[in-house]
């Protein structure tokens, strides 16, 4: 049984749909991976086809170091609630990765106590915490003087959401490309064992992102929602009753506004248009598929509200990023495609 040195999926040669499929075993690398790493082009689409529980589960069955994987930008969406519990106590290294798409005049204090904080709330306990970036070249010595003092002779396991950057920060561990990596959720397919410095690395397919707009969008418009390069907060003065919409994806509206401001922290690729709240209603009837783009798959949306409180409270969209308000705000509502999560949560910067 060969495996494909990129996604980790068995190689086989009966159905070009399924995942694995190569005309050539001999080559190593199955035609789906093939054509991402040489053409960008996705021919096989996997986001629905993992099952998440199957990774932790059996990432919990191996006498194994935990190397943890959290995008620093979708943070929210990368908590995996009661991780210590699922992994049977396992010791687990935190990588906060991606960390060149926040500001860099945030330091890195700052947000290593946000998110330590976050994870106290949640009662998550990791031995360290190590900041990474491919875009920075930053953590990868860090994350392997980590594994030498708490691995001793276990291999390491590398788990997290979909998407986080694990085959990316493996294959920098390694200096070398051999792992598939792609904007698309769902580009390892299974455990997937590399050796570095004569050490097993064992990369996973992402953990489920199911609550998120990665899902909810069509994957032609992914380049347009993941940020490419450093976030770029674009801040708003707020006055009366006042709505946004980030493309056709997302909907905001803050009611009673006094002397408040909103500052939208997503990628740049993607449009936002503000409007009074009282037009919100029609600029969303007549323009959604048209001047609102990108759109997602379905036309179904939740709503959510709250009453503001004081302070800065960030509005947090998985996969999207989030809206960061403060001043008087008597209410905040927030559409979003049917199932994507929103958090309500103290302002992270
Ligand atoms: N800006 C930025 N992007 C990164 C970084 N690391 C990875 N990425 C991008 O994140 C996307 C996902 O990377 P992968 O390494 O394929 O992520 P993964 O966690 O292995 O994804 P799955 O295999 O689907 O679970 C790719 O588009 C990468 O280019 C980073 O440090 N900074
Ligand atoms: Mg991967």
């Not at 991976?33 to 069955?61: E, K, N, W």
Request: aromatic residues 6%.
């Amino acid at each position: 049984m060969r495996k494909c040195i990129g996604c980790g999926a068995v190689l086989q040669s009966e159905n070009k749909s399924e995942p694995g499929y190569t005309p050539k075993p001999e080559g190593g690398y199955c035609q789906r991976c093939f054509r991402l790493i040489h053409y960008d082009d996705l021919t096989v689409s996997m986001r629905t086809g993992i099952d998440p529980d199957t990774v932790i589960s059996q990432a919990s069955a191996m006498d194994a170091l935990i190397l943890w994987v959290i995008d620093l930008f979708d943070n929210e969406a990368g908590m995996i609630p009661g991780i210590n519990r699922k992994l049977s106590g396992k010791d687990i290294i935190l990588a906060l990765n991606k960390r060149d798409l926040l500001p860099e005049n945030i330091s890195d204090e700052k947000i290593m106590t946000f998110i330590a904080g976050r994870l106290g709330e949640s009662g998550i306990r990791v031995r360290e915490m190590i900041m990474t970036s491919r875009e920075h070249n930053l953590g990868a010595e860090e994350i392997k003087e980590a594994v030498e003092m708490y691995a001793g002779n276990r291999p390491v396991v590398v788990i997290g959401r979909a998407n986080s950057g694990k085959s990316t920060l493996m294959n920098r561990l390694a200096g070398r490309n051999d792992l598939t990596m792609s904007r698309y959720p769902g580009t390892t397919l299974d455990f997937n064992e590399i050796v570095i410095d004569g050490r097993t690395y064992i990369d996973t397919p992402g953990i489920e992102i199911e609550n998120s707009i990665l899902m909810a969008a069509e994957e032609k418009d992914l380049k347009t929602i993941i940020p490419q390069k450093t976030i770029k907060p674009v801040v708003y003065q707020l006055k009366d009753d006042q709505s946004f919409a980030a493309g056709g994806l997302v909907r905001l509206d803050l009611y009673g506004c006094h002397k408040a401001s909103c500052v939208w922290y997503v990628s740049s690729a993607l449009t936002l248009h503000r409007s009074k709240a009282s037009n919100a209603d029609m600029l969303w009837k007549n323009h959604y598929g048209e001047t609102l783009v990108p759109v997602p798959q379905k036309k179904e949306f939740s709503s959510y509200s709250i009453r503001k409180d004081e302070g800065k409270t960030d509005i947090v969209i998985d996969g999207l990023g989030w809206a960061c308000v403060s001043g008087e705000i008597r209410t905040i509502t927030v559409h979003v495609p049917k199932g994507v999560n929103v958090t309500f949560r103290k302002a992270m910067l």
